[in-house]
């Protein structure tokens, strides 16, 4: 198994780009999770979904959409960039209600800036 | 509002020492905890996981601890190595099915040769 992947691994953006985070899992887990990471701040979570077709805000949306279209696939999408949305983002994900332990499995990251 | 702390943010110390990080949390009402080492530019690798209802897990040379009541929780490295060296974060989860995760900042941890 791969477990989770992401890429790009690092990108550049100007101010109002737009972009798409990729983020892919081979476990057949349901549950899947959008965090950043900054420094002082720690792991916040962004949005989340509990299976293909649901998807719900966490703590720090603004500014970024999902979908969940399939099992496997979670991207992220940031609609207009600005520099706050510098940051490492990861994608988790998780067996979901049917796994007792409950364990996130995290991808490598993307390093964004926006300049 | 669950916070999670870590202290020491940082930790240094001798190859071949024993040593314990900590973490505390303030709502003890969590359905577990979890363990995860980062390092420099990764991803954060799941070490243990503790559920509320456990005292602690073992992985090799990792002893993960848990007092609910109290709010703490300890990560044992036994005979540390260089390559222990590497950022441990702790992170509570309230309740089953829930996506967010609390995280504490973190113990950057560097262990000398």
């Known amino acids: 198994n791969a477990g989770v992947t992401q890429t790009p691994k690092f990108q550049v953006l100007k101010t109002g780009q737009s972009m798409t985070l990729q983020c892919a899992q081979d476990m057949n887990h349901e549950y899947m999770s959008w965090y950043r990471q900054d420094p002082g701040m720690g792991l916040r979570l962004i949005h989340y979904?509990?299976?293909?077709?649901?998807?719900d805000q966490g703590e720090v949306p603004n500014g970024y959409n999902v979908s969940r279209s399939t099992t496997e696939d979670f991207p992220l999408r940031l609609l207009s960039a600005a520099p706050s949305q510098t940051s490492v983002y990861f994608c988790?994900?998780?067996?979901?209600?049917?796994?007792?332990?409950?364990?996130?499995?995290f991808g490598p990251g993307t390093r964004l800036t926006v300049l | 509002k669950q916070e999670v702390t870590q202290i020491p943010a940082a930790l240094s110390v001798p190859e071949g020492e024993n040593l314990v990080l900590n973490c505390s949390f303030t709502d003890s009402a969590i359905y577990n905890l979890q363990w995860f080492r980062q390092d420099p530019g990764k991803g954060l690798t799941s070490l243990l996981l503790?559920?509320?209802?456990?005292r602690e897990q073992t992985s090799g040379r990792l002893n993960a601890s848990l007092d609910k009541s109290s709010g703490r929780s300890t990560l044992y490295i036994a005979a540390s190595q260089p390559g222990d060296s590497a950022t441990y974060l702790c992170a509570v989860r309230r309740f089953q099915g829930a996506q967010k995760l609390v995280f504490g900042q973190g113990t950057r941890l560097t262990i000398n040769p």
């Open positions: 503790i559920q509320s209802s456990q």
């Open positions: 988790a994900s998780s067996l979901g209600l049917a796994g007792a332990t409950d364990t996130q499995y």
């Open positions: 979904s509990v299976g293909a077709g649901i998807t």
